[in-house]
C-alpha cells in the first residue's frame, strides 16, 4: 500500500488490543496546567504506537519507554499497535470509555471528520499544558514546535489544542545535486527555474522529471502543489472538496493545468513513464536517468536498499510561481499526531511520555537514526534528507496533502483527468472543460 501522507496508511498486522486501557466513571480531574510535571508519578499507561512488531522505529520507542520507566518509579508503559486495521477496535475501546492513555489518528484539525472525538469531551485539551513553561527547557513547550503545523494541532474553531505532532511527511522536490552540479543548474525556486532546469537536463540527455503513470495520486501531486501556487489552498479545497463555485470561475486552476501540459510538451517526463510503476521510477531517479522527481519525504527511507552510496540529493519546496495568487510557501504535509485520553488515570504521566517523544533529545535521535522529519525547531535534517529541516522552518503554513480529494467524492474525477492530461489525451483547455463537468456531476451545482 502506499504512504499517501494520511496517518495510519501502513498496512502491517494486528497486535493484541486488549488490557491496561484508561475508561472508567470514576476519573480523576486532570491536572493543573502550572503543576503536571511536578505531579508525575509512575503506573502503568497504555500508549498507541503507529511503527509494527520487529522495525527499528518500534525499538526505538520501546527505548523511550524502557528510559522513561527507569526515571520514574513505578512506571509501565504498554506499547499497543494503534495503525490501519487496529483502528476499528482501538475506536469501539474508544466509545466504551476504555481508551488509551496516549493514541494517534485521534484527531486532525484539518479533518472534519476527526473533531467529533474532542467535541464529545473524549480528548484532553493539551493547550493548557503546552503554553506552560517546560521545567527542562525554560521555554513554552509550545514554543517548540514550528508554527507551520499548528492549523493540524489546533481545533478550528475553539483554537483548543488536541493534537501533538511525534512526526511529519511532506510533499518536496527531490533532485540529483551532482547532475545539477556538473551541468550548472541552479536548485529550482520558481517555476521558471524548474522549466529552466528541465531544459538542461534535457541537452545533457537525462530525462528531467521522474513520475509514474501508473498511479494516479502521484501523477496528481503535481497539480495539487501547482494550484496551491496558483490559486491557493483554501480556493482549491472550496472546489474540488466542498463543491463550493466552479472550477472554471479563477483563472488560477487553467494556468495550473497550462503548466503541466507544457512540461508534458517539452518531454519533461521519465520516457515510458505511462507504464512504469511507482518504484521502477523511483529507482530510476537514484540511478540517475532523470534529474527531479516530486515525493513525499519517505523516499529515502523507501529506497534505501537501491539508493547508490555516492548518490548526492538534494531536496527543496515545491517551486514558487511568479504572479501566483495562491500560497508561495505553504507545504503539502501531514502530521502524525498524539492525543491524551480525557479520561486517563494518570495525565500527567501520559502527557510526560508525549514531552518526551516530542523533546528536542528525542526528535534529534529519532531524526539520526530512524530517518523521521520532525515539527520541533532545532531537530536536523535526517541524514539522508539533507537540508529538509530548514525546507519545514521556511514553510509559513503546512496544507493536508491531496486537499482530502483521497477520502472525497471528487476521488474519481479530478486525478483521472490530470492523468488523461499527462498523457497526451486532452490539453489543458479540454481538462479544465472535463473537471469542470465532473465536479457538477458529482456535487449537483
Known sequence: MRKLLVAGTVAVSMTALAACGSGGDDQPDAPEASSWQSEIEGGPIE?????????????????????????ISGTDVKLTFANTEARPALEQRWRSGDGLDVDYTMFDGTNDALLAWADDGKLLDLKPY?????????????????????????????????????????????????????????????????????????????????????????????????????????????VLIEGKGSITDDPGFLDGLEKMEELRDKGAFLEGFEGTDFTAAQAQFFQGKAGMILMGSWLVSEMKDVIPADFELGVVAFPTVDGGTGDQAGMMAAAQLMSVNAESENIPL?????????????????????????????????????????????????????????????????????????FGKQDAEETLAALDEGLKRVYGN
Not at 52 to 63: N, V
Not at 378 to 390: E, F, K, N, R
Open 130 to 238: 503546552l503554553e506552560q513553561e517546560d521545567e527542562t527547557t525554560g521555554a513554552p513547550w509550545l514554543d517548540s514546535f514550528t508554527p507551520a503545523v499548528r492549523q493540524f494541532m489546533e481545533h478550528p474553531e475553539s483554537k483548543e489544542v488536541y493534537g501533538v505532532p511525534s512526526e511529519l511527511s511532506l510533499q518536496v522536490l527531490f533532485y540529483n545535486a551532482k547532475l545539477f552540479k556538473d551541468n550548472g543548474i541552479a536548485p529550482p525556486a520558481t517555476w521558471d527555474d524548474l522549466t529552466a532546469a528541465a531544459d538542461k537536463l534535457t541537452s545533457a540527455g537525462v530525462d528531467p522529471i521522474a513520475v509514474t503513470g501508473l498511479f494516479e495520486p502521484y501523477m496528481g501531486m503535481w497539480t495539487d502543489n501547482l494550484w496551491m501556487r496558483t490559486v491557493g489552498y483554501e480556493k482549491a479545497h472550496e
Open 47 to 71: 500508549v498507541g504506537v503507529l511503527p509494527a512488531t520487529g522495525t527499528p522505529s518500534l525499538a526505538f520507542l520501546d527505548d523511550v519507554a524502557a528510559t522513561m520507566a527507569k526515571d
Open 350 to 422: 501520559a502527557l510526560e511520555w508525549v514531552r518526551r517523544v516530542t523533546s528536542v533529545e528525542t526528535q534529534t535521535a529519532r531524526a539520526e537514526e530512524i530517518g523521521e522529519v520532525s515539527a520541533v525547531k532545532d531537530v536536523p535534517s535526517p541524514p539522508g534528507l539533507p537540508g529538509i529541516a530548514d525546507v519545514v522552518g521556511s514553510a509559513d503554513q503546512l496544507f493536508p496533502a491531496y486537499f482530502g480529494l483521497l477520502q472525497s467524492k471528487a476521488n474519481e474525477v479530478v486525478y483521472p483527468e490530470i492523468t488523461k492530461l499527462m
